[in-house]
C-alpha cells in the first residue's frame, strides 16, 4: 500500500493506543492503557506522578518497545518508522537536558536542523522574543525554566502537524504559562494536534478539548470536558422558604446538609428533576449549581476505579 | 566540629559509597603495578654489575630522564626498579586526586546536586571537606599498597615506606590542584583541563629541572620523588615538602570557595553564538562538536608525548660506550633489536593511553542518554544508526587519527624512518577490537558502559602484570593488545590484525543490531 492517497492521513487519528502493556524488569509502567487523540484537537493527558504518562509518551516517540497491545502515530509504528513520524512532530521533554557547552540558540537551531527545518525559515526570533530567552547562554547555566523554553521554541518554532508536550509549563512562571497558552493556540488554529500530559488539572481545563485520565497505566476515563461532567455530580445548593424537603429519600441525590434553611448537596444527572421539583415544593429562594471541577472528577476516578 | 563543616563524615561515607568501584580500582592498578616493577627488577638483572650499567643507561639518555627522571644512586636496586613509578607514574597518583576532588565539588556543582545536599543541614565547608577526606583516604591507601608492593617485591622496608609516603604526598598535591581548578570556572570539563594543563605544566618543568637546571627541578612535586632518594641516603625531610604545598593550595583554594556563590566560577561564563553553525546539523555533527576541543587537546599531547618518546628510541644505542650495557643490550638482541623493541613498546603503550579517548567518548555518549539528550536528538528526524554512527564514528575514528599522530609524531623525535607510523597504527586492530566490546557494552544497557574502563585496565593490567606474574597463557591472551605483531623487531604479521579487526566489525555488528532492539534511557 504505497499510494496513500494524503487526505487518507488527514481523517487517521493521529495517535491511536490500545491495550498498551509495557514492563520495566517486574514493574508493570502500562498495564492495557487506552488512547486516541483526534484531528486537530488539544488532548490533555492526566495522571498522577508514576501513573505512565512519560512512559506513554516515550513509547509514542519509539523510544521504548512495546510488550503487548498497539499504537500507531499517523496510522504509522512508531517503532519501525520513527524517523518519518518524528519528521511531522515535535517533543519537549519533561526534563529539559541540554548540552552544557552548547549555547540556547544553537541548541535550538541543531534540534530545528535535526528535524530538517531551516532555523531562518522559522518563528524562532519571534518566540525568543516572546519567551524573553536569551539565546547565547550555555546550556549548563540556565535554569529548569529556562531549559524549558529553549525546548519549546525549538518545538513552537516551526509548524508541525503533531506536538506532543511532556509536562510542558512545570517550569514556567505564570506570564511565561500565559504565552506558552498563546502559543498553543497558535498552532491549534492552524490545525495542529497536541497531546500535553499534565498533572496540573486547571492547565489542562483550560487548554483541552478532550481529556484522558490514566492511573497505574491503565485509562480510568476519556472523553471531553462536557461528557465527564456529565457523568458526575453537580454540587448544588439552594435556600427555601417552606419546610425542608427531605431530599435523602429523592434518588440520586448524596451528601445532603442542611444548615436551617439551607440545603446543600451533590447530585447524579439523573436524580437532578426529582430534586428540582422537590425544592420548587418548598419554595425555592436562591439556587446555584455548580458542575464539578476537573479535580473532582480526578479524585472520583481515582476513588472509584480499584 | 565547626559548624561549617557539620555533615563532613556522612559526606565522606557517602562519597566511598558511590565511588566503591572507582577508587579500589584507582588504587590496586596502581599497587599492581609497583608490585610488578619490583618483581619484575629484581628478577630480570643477574647481579649487581648489569643492574648498574642499565641504570646508567638510562641516565646518559637525556630523553629517559625527560621522561622518568634520573636515577641518583645507580648502585640502587629500588631506584631502579621504580624508576618509571617515581615520576611517570605520580602523575598517575596525581590524576586520581584531581578526579576524585573533581568528581565531588564542581560536577556536583554544575548537575545542581550540591545544591540539593547544600540546602540540608550541612555546613558550607562539609562538601569540600568529605572531598578532601576521601582524597586523603586514597592518597594513604595507594601510598601504603606502594609500600607493600615494594616489599612484597623484595625491596628494602625503609625505602618502600618513604617510597609510599612519596605517592601518598603527590596524591595530596593532585587533590588540592584540582580543587583549586574547581573554583576557575562554572564548566566541570573546563576545570578538568586546567587541572590537567598544571598537572602537564609540573611535569614538564621538571623534565626540563632534570635535564638542564637541577633545581628547577624542586620547583616540581614530580620532581620532589627523585630528590627524596627513598632508598640510599634518603632526605626524608621532603616529605614535608607535599603536604605544605597542598595545605597551601587548598587554603588558597578554600578562600576562592567562600568568596564566590554555588555554581560560579572565578572565570566568568563567556556568552556563547546566538546562531547555530549550518555545519552543527545532525547527530554526527553534534558528537564530533562537543568533542572537538578534548580532540584537539589529546593531538597536541599525543603529539608531544610521541616527540618525546621518539626521541629516546637513538638515545638507548649511544649508551653503547660502556662493556656492561653492551653485554645487556647483546642479551636482548643487539642494538638495532633494541631500539625495534623500543619503538614497538613505546607504540603499545601509547596506544592504551589513545583507548582512553575512545572509551571516554562511549561514556561520554552513555552520560547523554542517562540525561535524556539521546532521547531529544532521537525524536526529531534521527535514526538509531545515526546516533550509534555518530558514538561509534567519534570514538574509532578519532582513535585512529590519535594513532596515526603518535606514529608520526615519534618517527619524528626518531628521525629515522617511518616504522613508527606502521608500529602505530599495527595497534589499530587492537584498540577497535576493545572500542568495539565498550560500545557492546553501551548497546546492551547505557549504565553498562563504564565498565568499559574496567575492561581496558583489566587487559592493561594482564598484559603488563600477566607475565611477571606467570599468569596463565590464556588470560594473558584475552589482552587484544597482547596478539598485535611486536612490529618492527619482528616481522609484520597481517593474521592478528586481520582477526581483530573481523572481531571489532563482529562486535560493531552486535551494537548496532542491539541498539537497534532496545528501549532508550
Known sequence: MTGAAPS????????????????????????????????????????????????????????????????????????????????????????????????????????????GVRPADTRREELLERFGLDPTKKGRAYSKGNRQKVALVAAFAAPVELLVLDEPTSGLDPLMEQVFNECLAEHRGTGTTVLLSSHILSEVERLADRVTIIREGRTVETGSLTDLRHLRRNRVRAEVSGVVPDLAAVPGVHEVVTEGRVISCSVDPVGLPALLSALDGAGVLSLTSTPPTLEELFLDAYRSTP | ???????????????????????????????????????????????????????????????????????????????????????????????????????????????????????????????????????????????????????????????????????TGIALVGAAVGLLAAQVSSSAR????????????????????????????????????????????????????????????????VALRRRRDLGSGLLPDRPGPAHGSPRLRDAVALAWHNQSTALLGWTVGIAGMGVLMGSIVPDIGSMLDSADARAVIEAMGGLGGLQDALVFALASIIAVVITCFGIAAITRAAGDEYAGRTETVLATATTRDRV?????????????????????????????????????????????????LGLVLLTIRSRWAVAGWALLAAFVTVGQVGETLRLPDWLIGLSPYHHVPKYPSEAFVWTPGLVMTGLAGAALLVAWLRFRSRDIG
Open chain 2, 1 to 167: 566540629m565547626s559548624v561549617q563543616l557539620k555533615g563532613t563524615l556522612l559526606l565522606v561515607r557517602f562519597a566511598l559509597r558511590r565511588d566503591r568501584v572507582l577508587l579500589p580500582a584507582w588504587v590496586g592498578v596502581l599497587g599492581a603495578m609497583v608490585a610488578a616493577s619490583a618483581v619484575g627488577t629484581t628478577g630480570l638483572y643477574a647481579d649487581a654489575r648489569e643492574r648498574v650499567a642499565a641504570a646508567e643507561a638510562i641516565n646518559a639518555s637525556p630523553a629517559i630522564v625527560a621522561l622518568y627522571g634520573p636515577i641518583l644512586d645507580t648502585a640502587s636496586v629500588g631506584e631502579l626498579a621504580m624508576a618509571k613509578m617515581t615520576v611517570l607514574y605520580a602523575v598517575f597518583v596525581a590524576f586520581m586526586g584531581v578526579v576524585i576532588v573533581r568528581r565531588h565539588t564542581r560536577v556536583e556543582e554544575e548537575s545542581g546536586r550540591a545544591e540539593l545536599v547544600g540546602a540540608t543541614a550541612v555546613g558550607a565547608d562539609a562538601p569540600v571537606a568529605a572531598a578532601l577526606a576521601e582524597a586523603a583516604l586514597a592518597a594513604v591507601a595507594v601510598g601504603v599498597l606502594a609500600a607493600v608492593g615494594n616489599v612484597a617485591g623484595g625491596l628494602p622496608v625503609a625505602g618502600a615506606v618513604l617510597f609510599g609516603a612519596s605517592w
Open chain 2, 190 to 253: 573546563t576545570v578538568g583541563f586546567v587541572a590537567s594543563g598544571v598537572i602537564g605544566g609540573l611535569y614538564l618543568v621538571r623534565a626540563v629541572g632534570d635535564t638542564t637546571a637541577w633545581w628547577l627541578g624542586w620547583a616540581s612535586p614530580f620532581g620532589w620523588g627523585t630528590r627524596l632518594s627513598a632508598w640510599s641516603e634518603p632526605r626524608p625531610w621532603v616529605l614535608v615538602l607535599h603536604p605544605l604545598l597542598a595545605a597551601a593550595l587548598t587554603f588558597v583554594a
Open chain 1, 8 to 115: 487518507l492521513e488527514v481523517v487517521a487519528n493521529p495517535i491511536e493506543i490500545s491495550g498498551l502493556v509495557k514492563t520495566f524488569g517486574r514493574s508493570r509502567a502500562l498495564d492495557g492503557l487506552d488512547l486516541t487523540v483526534a484531528p486537530g484537537e488539544v488532548h490533555g493527558f492526566l495522571g498522577p506522578n508514576g501513573a505512565g504518562k512519560s512512559t506513554t509518551l516515550r513509547v509514542l516517540l519509539g523510544l521504548l518497545r512495546v510488550d503487548s497491545g498497539s499504537a500507531t502515530v499517523f496510522g504509522l509504528d512508531p517503532w519501525r518508522d520513527a524517523t518519518e513520524i518524528h519528521g511531522r512532530l515535535a517533543y519537549v521533554p519533561g526534563d529539559v537536558s541540554l548540552w552544557p557547552n552548547l549555547s540556547g540558540g544553537e541548541t535550538i537551531d541543531l534540534l530545528l536542523r535535526m528535524r
Open chain 2, 388 to 436: 550509534l554512527l555518530a558514538v561509534g564514528g567519534l570514538a574509532i575514528v578519532g582513535s585512529t587519527w590519535l594513532l596515526l599522530v603518535s606514529g608520526a609524531a615519534t618517527a619524528v623525535g626518531r628521525g629515522d624512518g617511518l616504522d613508527p607510523v606502521w608500529a602505530s597504527l599495527a595497534q589499530a586492530p587492537a584498540v577497535w577490537l576493545v572500542l568495539g
